[in-house]
């Protein structure tokens, strides 16, 4: 049987994909031969390449709107720093609200001055702070839409006239939003898209081509746009392998349909963590994210206990992260709802036995 897979990264893709995957690797579109040992220039990868771009463009609903997709490599860790290389010329404003945004910020230092408009550093990162100011003078706004390691996750995103900035890592694909108030948005593949390998940059043309130094060419995202996202070799398994995920998504309905899925997910977890007296939630209520949840056992004495029964039902991937400690679900769009049902169950059980 497998398993009941809430790993944070690296993490659950659709199975029916992982099967069309493997085959694709043996024997790819009848060709013979396999996906991975042919050309990326050849007709057959330069068309996974224009559909998986496409695709997700239609997805966020940014087609015809002036965006490009590009798959690139590097990871999210690389679009820290392409990020302030394409965009920063004097200073930019950035909203601290875990890891993944300290690390943005420092890499975006290097290239001038950041504004750090607000942190929730103080609370361990527990919570999105509200109502701070975006100055009006810097280059861009960046900000992190679902901080992966904490469980939280932006509800809502400030109005700014000024580019809009948004790592969309462990979120994007989960929730509906108006894409097209952001200006640039990335997301490594491997938490909600494809394997790791690969990351998404969605990037509306007109901002770019503004700051005053030069950029080497992989660094550059006019030239990658310029080459259709193959400037050099793409990540070709992992390209494939999102595309079919996007295809899979798109035949389910797209965000709107796996939003519902999601939230269902969500209020099926977070109704138990609220409702079990043995277990608390990690993140402030109003913040938390459908994708991570992050909570605690209330009586770490019952630790082994409880560790031994969720592996024992098959589930897989449930520690937090170090920084956090106690549990981390991440119910990505893969996760179906009866893994989050078999967490549950064992939550209960839990209470029952102690
Ligand atoms: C995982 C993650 C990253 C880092 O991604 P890499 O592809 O490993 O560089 C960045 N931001 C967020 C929000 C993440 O969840």
Not at 328 to 342: D, T
Request: hydrophobic share 40%; proline share 3%; aromatic share 10%.
């Amino acid at each position: 049987m497998r398993k009941h897979n809430f790993s944070a990264g690296p993490c659950i893709l659709p199975q029916e994909v992982m099967k069309k995957a493997s085959d694709a690797v043996l024997n790819f579109n009848d060709l013979n031969l396999s996906l991975i040992e042919i050309s990326h220039r050849s007709k057959d990868f330069v068309e996974v390449m224009e559909n998986a771009r496409s695709l997700a463009l239609e997805l966020l609903g940014l087609q015809g709107k002036g965006y490009q997709a590009l798959f690139l490599q590097g990871g999210a860790s690389t679009e820290f720093l392409m990020v302030a290389y394409n965009l920063l010329n004097k200073k930019a404003a950035y909203l601290n609200t875990g890891t993944w945004s300290d690390k943005s910020i420092k890499e975006a230092r290097l290239f001038g001055e950041v504004i750090e408009v607000a942190s929730s550093k103080d609370a361990n990162f527990n919570y999105i702070p509200k109502n701070y100011t975006v100055p009006g003078d810097v280059d861009y706004f960046h900000c992190t839409s679902n901080n992966t390691i904490f469980g939280t996750s932006l509800k809502s995103f400030p109005e700014v006239n000024v580019p809009l900035v948004c790592d969309m890592s462990s979120d994007i694909f989960s929730r509906e939003m108006d894409f097209s108030k952001f200006d640039l948005i990335y997301a490594g593949a491997q938490k909600n898209m494809g394997p790791a390998g690969t990351t998404l940059v969605v990037v509306k043309e007109d901002i770019l081509g503004k700051v005053e130094r030069k950029i080497p060419s992989m660094m550059d995202y006019k030239v990658h746009i310029s080459k259709d996202s193959m400037f050099n070799t793409p990540s070709v398994f992992a390209v494939y392998v999102s595309m079919l995920t996007l295809e899979w998504l798109k035949d389910l309905g797209g965000i709107a349909a796996i939003e519902k899925v999601n939230d269902k997910k969500g209020d099926l977890l977070y109704t138990e963590i609220d409702r079990n007296p043995l277990f608390k939630g990690f993140a402030a209520t109003e913040d938390r994210s459908n994708m991570n949840a992050t909570f605690n056992l209330t009586d770490d004495s019952l630790k082994e206990s409880f560790d031994t029964m969720w592996k024992e039902a098959g589930i897989n991937g449930l520690n937090g992260h170090r920084s956090v400690g106690g549990y981390r679900a991440s119910m990505y769009n893969a996760l179906p709802l009866e893994s989050v049902q078999v967490l549950v169950d064992v939550m209960k059980e839990l209470e029952r036995k102690a």
